[in-house]
């Protein structure tokens, strides 16, 4: 084999989004965005706003928003969810409830962390088995002192984490629970992605509904891959958006 075609591994982060309203409405009250981090990695931030529509979104954008420019700034996981909640509690008065949900592929610390505030749910695929964060923790805005709950494990390939707002959760527990059905696309020997993990879950919940969602949707998979490149690739970083209209 000459120098030029040798192979060696590194990882990836791949991120894929899924989002649609409430049937007979526009807007979603849910907001979800992707940031990097300063000091390497990127962020995936989901919000869910009490109700839907256009009032709803306005302020799930400003959760995710408030929280992107904290992890812009260096702020940790947990020091954002709390301050996003002091804010939010400080603007409304604590008449405002919201969920937040943040996952993180952090190269600083080497981790993979899921940070919750809220009923929003979430999923750590690794070493073959699927582990399950969906009891309910406190959503930010209305008591204080409110903190997240808080996962953290080491950063490695076939590492995968999943969230997703209620509209999907209550879609998932009809099927047998959302670790039932999202094992169906993680069996063992699998070689997941994330576009396949989102849209397997993502349509098995829509099933429910028989396309016709009786809540606002929002579901996020992030993890790691391994790859086998050419010495001397470029490594091309890319975001690929389809945004209906």
Request: aromatic share 4%; charged share 20%; with cysteine.
């Amino acid at each position: 084999m000459s120098e030029g075609n040798r192979k060696y591994s590194r990882n990836r982060v791949e991120v894929a989004v899924r989002k649609v309203p409430k049937a007979g409405t526009s807007t979603s009250g849910d907001s979800m965005d992707v940031v990097e981090r300063p000091r390497g990695g990127l962020s995936v931030v989901m919000s869910d706003a009490q109700g839907s529509g256009p009032a709803a979104k306005r302020m799930s954008n400003l959760v995710v928003a408030k929280a992107m420019a904290l992890i812009a700034e260096g702020v940790r996981d947990g020091a954002v969810a709390r301050a996003v909640h002091d804010n939010l509690f400080a603007l409304r008065g604590g008449k405002v409830l919201c969920t937040l949900t943040t996952i993180s592929v952090d190269l600083w610390t080497d981790t993979l962390v899921i940070s919750r505030n809220g009923n929003a749910g979430a999923l750590l695929y690794r070493d073959g088995s699927v582990e399950a964060m969906l009891g309910e923790v406190p959503a930010i805005g209305v008591h204080n002192f409110t903190r997240p709950s808080i996962a953290e494990v080491p950063m490695a390939a076939g590492t995968w984490a999943m969230m997703f707002t209620d509209g999907v959760g209550k879609a998932l527990d009809r099927l047998g629970g959302p670790v039932a059905v999202a094992s169906e696309f993680h069996g063992p020997g699998a070689d997941p992605d994330a576009a396949r993990l989102a849209d397997g879950t993502f349509s098995r919940a829509l099933e429910v509904y028989s396309g016709r969602p009786a809540d606002d949707m929002s579901l996020a998979v992030i993890g790691i891959r391994s790859d086998a490149v050419a010495l001397g690739e470029v490594a091309i970083r890319s975001i690929d958006i389809q945004f209906p209209l």
